[in-house]
């Protein structure tokens, strides 16, 4: 353990002195370290001589494109963005404290092989020699008196893990846990469904015998929360040794899950698996230290004191216990229990960083299968295709070997049958005949998982592909863009077999039930659906049988999205309405009640889209500019636009990016994001794809270096 980690944290603004510049000079040996060319939607290409000067192009540009964001998101991994944004960003920064995120990354680094972690340094450098100018460029610094810091080696490591340590959904656990105690064991089952906060993804596979391009189509759209600035960043790293044009992690090197070398292509979606436990743990003081109790009785823990700054409040103590298990994120030694997270960088210390370079190198399925080797965090189901005729369906990752218990709730560290046995192996692979396709479902990762996301995405793409033949890149918009909405059919099941409705909800009733399940932004009738899909979200959430869960337990508020019942409820609401309805609640009644109360709101003439709008999260929101831009689609639909039902009818979780890459002809692939390739507001890329977006179409991916411009500064 450092000294720097073992004594309490210095204030945040240590953080803010200037960067130093010419470490990316230095690497390349004082040449020129690259060339930079951007095509009309201002997407970054980048040429240099070698990989490590172009690592540090793409951090330069990077820090340019997107300084205030990497910033926010490098405050964020160490737990010190609440100095300049306030109180709200505490809960997060106490997590990532707790977790010890930032001390997990150190160790990643320091593990790395020294050709990665001299990549990795290499955009470092690039990152510090272009934040000045970057921030400069960005109101956001003035606007919050923030001035740009110095990244770290191990700083990437540190933005990564920061993005996918709720990837896994581990908060569920907690979730299970406060329903088992206060419903019973048996109530668990009933609100399965893949958890509000946990990001999904669509992706198919088309091999060359179903398409007209005379190879494979690669192509789907991952769903994150939608941010502004962007979460991907689209990019082309050319150099000697490769030339790659994909989907970049601002603040990580290379291109990590979504790219195209020209000779294979990858795109991955979330295998939806169980690889981190939340375990209770018995702490008591002993003087100043802490001990826990373990299978082998009472031992010492790690123990140190942390200080948060936060603008315009005082500055608060996180204290910071690790047992054998892992860090402690709930409760601490003066309470009965406490909770404490064990996943696997801690374990290993190690994040997989080392398949990123040899993804830029890869020319075939098998090259890439091959990188696949190093992966950790997050556990992806992997799609890739070369112009050899090359498939390849597999999960990659680190899954731990242990008791099915452990998958499903909080389990006791004291009982040594809840310790880790290795790691899951060989991970699941399947041929790919035809076509392939991954959406969050239980299929091949259903042997590392608990709960996965309800099948109706997965059916209905695969149902859109099998329709078709002769599928080119810009017949795949018509996929990513189907708002069939399968996940209705309970609730309409059930509205058919109401009786005795007032005039209003009788026509509520005949107008759903012919209604075409489209969540068009045009259509009423799905505006109607979604008033009364709400209604019987409260009503149920409101039931005296679910009183007991309404009260959160007492857990940090970083986790409240897993453990609200409303979103639950409305997440859930396919299972609660279904063959094992909740014990006590009549659903027929509930239902026959919530469509009395907004029968006459329904019967109206209001769009979904009127309703479903766009709220991207923004670090730094400004003042209320009114609704966001009117959106098709829902949580259930290829076109996967999700709101909380029950809640808003707002969309804040949507394709962070569209994309098909073409075996047959790289610069026939397509892509697409919600915003625009540059993060500074008021910059002409900063929104210039969102009409495209919004449209569903696609945009070219420009390949040929003579239709790029080429900026000398």
Not at 5 to 21: I, V
Not at 142 to 160: C, D, Q
Not at 321 to 350: F, M, N
Not at 606 to 633: E, N, Q, T
Request: proline letters at 8%; a negative charge; hydrophobic letters at 45%.
């Amino acid at each position: 353990m450092s000294e720097r980690s073992e004594r309490t944290s210095k204030h945040s603004s240590e953080a803010l002195a200037p960067p130093r510049s010419g470490g990316a000079s230095e690497r390349t040996g004082g040449r020129n370290p690259a060339r930079r060319f951007r095509d009309p939607w201002g997407v970054p290409h980048l040429r240099a001589d070698d990989p490590l000067a172009l690592a540090a192009a793409q951090g330069r540009v990077t820090a340019y494109d997107r300084a205030w964001q990497i910033e926010v998101e490098r405050h964020r991994a160490r737990g010190t963005s609440a100095a300049f944004l306030g109180p709200d960003a505490l809960g997060w920064d106490r997590f990532v404290r707790q977790v010890r995120l930032d001390d997990t990354a150190r160790r990643c680094h320091a593990a790395l092989d020294p050709a990665t972690a001299e990549w990795v340094g290499a955009y470092v450098d690039g990152l510090n020699a272009g934040l000045a100018a970057g921030a400069a460029r960005s109101p956001e610094f003035a606007a919050t008196g923030l001035r740009p810091g110095r990244w770290e080696p191990w700083t990437p490591l540190a933005v990564w893990l920061g993005h996918h340590i709720l990837f896994a959904g581990f908060p569920g656990k907690l979730w299970r846990e406060h329903v088992a105690q206060r419903l019973g064991p048996d109530a668990v089952d009933l609100f399965a469904t893949d958890g509000p906060a946990v990001a999904g993804s669509n992706g198919w596979l088309l091999a060359a015998e179903r398409t007209g391009t005379g190879a494979a189509l690669l192509a789907g759209d991952p769903h994150r929360f939608i941010e502004d600035p962007g979460v991907y960043q689209q990019i082309r790293l050319a150099c000697p040794e490769y030339d790659v044009v994909g989907l970049a992690v601002p603040g990580v090197p290379g291109i990590a899950h979504f790219g195209h070398t020209g000779g294979v292509a990858w795109a991955i979606t979330n295998a939806m698996a169980d690889y981190q436990d939340v375990y209770a743990e018995r702490l008591r003081r002993d003087g100043t230290r802490v001990q826990a109790l373990g299978p082998d009785g009472w031992r010492p823990v790690h123990r140190h004191v942390e200080t948060i700054e936060v603008a315009g409040a005082d500055p608060v103590e996180v204290e910071v216990v690790e047992t054998d298990r892992g860090p402690v994120i709930a409760g601490g030694p003066d309470d009965e229990t406490a909770v404490s997270l064990r996943y696997p960088p801690r374990v290993r210390g190690d994040l997989g960083l080392a398949t990123l370079p040899e993804l830029l190198r890869a020319r075939t399925v098998a090259e890439v299968d091959h990188a696949l080797r190093h992966w950790v965090e997050p556990v992806n189901v992997v799609q890739a295709a070369d112009t050899a005729g090359g498939l390849l369906h597999r999960v990659a990752g680190a899954v731990p070997v242990r008791h099915p218990d452990n998958g499903r709730r909080v389990v006791p560290g004291w009982d040594a049958a809840h310790a880790w046995k290795g790691w899951y192996a060989p991970m699941p692979r399947a041929e790919v005949v035809g076509r392939a396709v991954m959406a969050n479902e239980r299929g091949l990762a259903a042997p590392l998982g608990v709960e996965f996301a309800p099948p109706h995405r997965a059916h209905r793409i695969a149902e859109l592909l099998d329709a078709g033949s002769a599928w080119t890149a810009d017949g795949m918009a018509t996929v990513h863009t189907d708002t069939y909405l399968g996940a209705a059919g309970p609730l309409l099941a059930v509205l058919a077999e109401s009786t005795g409705l007032g005039p209003a909800a009788a026509a509520l009733r005949e107008r759903l039930l012919r209604w075409d399940r489209r969540m068009a932004a045009d259509s009423t009738d799905a505006a109607a659906y979604a008033i009364l899909r709400a209604a019987v979200v409260r009503r149920i959430a409101a039931h005296p049988t679910l009183a007991a869960l309404a009260e959160l337990p007492a857990y940090p508020e970083v986790f409240a999205p897993w453990l609200a019942l409303t979103p639950r409820v409305g997440h859930a609401l396919e299972h609660l309405l279904g063959a094992t309805p909740l014990p006590g609640v009549d659903i027929t009644a509930l239902v026959r009640a919530a469509a009395e109360e907004v029968g006459d709101a329904a019967a109206g003439q209001v769009p979904w889209g009127d309703l479903h709008r766009l709220a991207p999260w923004r670090a730094l929101p400004g003042p209320d500019a009114g609704p966001g831009p009117r959106l098709d689609g829902d949580h259930d639909c290829v076109l996967a636009t999700s709101s909380v039902p029950g809640v808003t009818h707002w969309c804040f979780r949507g394709p962070a990016a569209r994309f098909v890459w073409n075996l047959a002809r790289r610069s026939d692939s397509r892509w697409v994001v919600p915003l625009g390739a540059c993060g500074v507001p008021g910059d002409p890329h900063h929104d210039d794809q969102s009409p495209a977006w919004l449209a569903g179409e696609l945009l070219p991916v420009v390949t040929d270096w003579d239709r790029l411009v080429e900026e000398l500064h």
